[in-house]
């Protein structure tokens, strides 16, 4: 079987737009709006989910014929828990200062609606490679939209990409004043639902 055949193309190319973990699926909004006030904890906060969901999707592909119905959703938590955990670790060994920007949302990734949604209806019931590649996709594509909005956010609200300054002084002392808004949750919220209006008003197919 090709590695990149049509369906396995299929699973890691549709989440990133016509099923889409946000924009169509509606699913982990809650850390989308939490991390999203300054471009790189957004940046980290989508590379850890997409690590993440990939290889536990590949995990638990690998042990799916073994594990007890009964206890399915353990065992998955188990896994994803385990993940998160070494993801921690690195973060706080490594990067440490975006590790304290994103607090407890890192640990939170272990009740992420994506996660244990691409465990349960995807992994266990495909092979291993498969189960890769729609994890990557769809924690590529929840990155995608952390990094719109992040970028965004920092930039009106800050004047700022990655802690750098984008937005001249010069500009300042025109009379230009930064958005307070976007810094507030309300704003990540507000974006999220403009990206989902465009999206489905040029994408979705229906």
Known sequence: MALLNKQ????????????HPILVQVLGICSALAVTSQLKPAIVMGLAVTVITAFSNVIISLIRNTIPNRIRIIVQLVVVAALVTIVSQVLKAFAYDVSVQLSVYVGLIITNCILMGRLEAFAMQNKPWPSLLDGIGNGLGYAMILIIVGAVREFLGRGSLLGLQIIPQSVYDAGYMNNGM???????????GCVIWVHRAYFNKE
């Open 8 to 19: 396995n193309k299929e699973a890691l190319i549709n989440p990133l737009n016509l099923n």
């Open 182 to 192: 976007m810094t507030m949750p309300a704003m990540a919220l507000i974006l999220v």
